[in-house]
């Protein structure tokens, strides 16, 4: 009897298992999903050119700066949640938002650019009727904040890079179609991706719950195909850091010291020439997510620098 109630509790957890697999890319963002998801957020959505952005916003009308905080290559907006609400305790006017392709934003079926999503955070902003902001990316969201200063530098304050990809060299792909071989292929590793978030940490122990965040996403129609466009679109940006230092921007470079997404021996000597003016820190007990790791000393340091900026 007991034999028999293991197959059939076994039977069950496959079943559930295969069901779930089954499940994933397969909700809609479509006007009944952000409609839920205007339910359980603290959020709002921008119908933009290329599709319906969801972002959050505090203090819109203060007078001490906007701060505009870009997420990385997959984990949407909420990333930067403790960073924001420290941002919005602190009195700044503060926006965040999901990029085309992550959390709760479209997924348009475009060519994945830096361009397109540089261009969808500066029309947000506009949106929003922002004259000037500091921009804080974040990994491959320094890659957009380096394009917003590319395209339009008028309407920066300053650029902030945390554990950014954006000084790193790429091949130019031999094509950026995304094939359904590919998609499908991609799809079939969802099953370990959210727990392979934890290595984005030093100390993994300090965010047990964070892979049931991003299982969420999976089930996203379009994800998939989004990252592997996006990864296929990565150029090399030196021309553009020349042209930032050139502006006299402020920019400001936070490092996690034991970061393995992004290895900064790689690009440090190149760095120093094309960003010489860049202030530049590096944070301890902390990898890929300092702003999260080493929450008090990272906070310190940008509130520090924003002072300096916004004041």
Same mark, same amino acid.
């Given at each position: 009897?007991?034999?028999i ?7 069950l957890?496959? $079943?559930?298992?295969?069901?779930n ?9 479509? !006007?009944?999903?952000?409609e839920?998801?205007?339910k ?6 921008a ?10 916003e ?14 990385g290559?997959?984990?949407p ?9 420290t941002? !919005?305790?602190?009195?700044? @006017?503060? $926006? ?20 397109l999503r540089?261009l969808? $955070? ?7 009727? &922002?004259?000037?902001a ?9 890659r ?12 920066i304050q300053?650029?902030?890079y945390?554990?950014?990809? #954006?000084f790193?060299?790429?091949?130019? %792909?031999?094509?950026?179609e995304?094939s ?6 991609? &799809? ?5 991706? #959210? ?12 965010? %047990?719950d964070? %892979?049931?965040?991003y299982?969420?996403?999976?089930? @996203?129609?379009?994800?998939a ?13 030196d021309? &553009?850091h020349? !042209?930032?230092? #050139?502006?006299?921007? %402020?920019?400001?470079?936070?490092w ?5 997404? $992004? ?8 760095? !120093? ?14 990898? @890929?997510?300092? @702003? ?20």
């Amino acid at each position: 009897m007991k034999m028999i109630l293991r197959i059939v509790l076994f039977s069950l957890v496959l $079943v559930s298992c295969l069901s779930n697999k089954n499940l994933y890319e397969s909700i809609e963002k479509n !006007k009944e999903f952000r409609e839920e998801v205007l339910k359980y957020s603290n959020g709002k959505y921008a119908s933009l050119s290329n599709g319906n952005t969801y972002y959050e916003e505090a203090n819109p009308n203060s007078d001490n700066g906007t701060v505009v905080l870009v997420h990385g290559f997959s984990v949407p907006s909420y990333i930067w949640e403790v960073t924001f609400n420290t941002l !919005k305790d602190k009195g700044y @006017h503060v $926006v965040m938002m999901d990029l085309f392709g992550r959390g709760n934003s479209d997924n348009p079926d475009l060519p994945q650019t830096d361009q397109l999503r540089a261009l969808q $955070v500066l029309e947000l902003i506009n949106e929003l009727k &922002i004259d000037k902001a500091v921009l804080v990316g974040l990994s491959n969201g320094g890659r957009i904040i380096s394009k917003m200063a590319a395209l339009n530098s008028e309407k920066i304050q300053a650029l902030f890079y945390v554990s950014t990809s #954006s000084f790193m060299d790429y091949k130019k %792909p031999t094509s950026i179609e995304v094939s359904s071989k590919e998609i499908e292929d991609f &799809i079939a590793t969802y099953p370990t991706r #959210s727990e392979g978030q934890l290595a984005d940490f030093y100390d993994q122990n300090q965010f %047990p719950d964070w %892979p049931k965040k991003y299982e969420k996403l999976l089930y @996203h129609k379009g994800f998939a195909k989004a990252l592997i466009s996006t990864q296929k679109n990565l150029t090399t940006m030196d021309d &553009i850091h020349v !042209k930032i230092d #050139s502006l006299g921007l %402020p920019v400001y470079v936070f490092w996690g010291i034991h970061d393995e997404v $992004v290895s900064y021996a790689a690009f440090k000597e190149k760095l !120093k020439m094309l960003l010489p003016n860049r202030k530049e820190f590096f944070i301890e007990k902390a990898a @890929h997510l300092p @702003h999260m790791e080493n929450q008090e000393v990272f906070e310190n340091l940008l509130l520090t620098s924003l002072t300096e900026i916004i004041n």
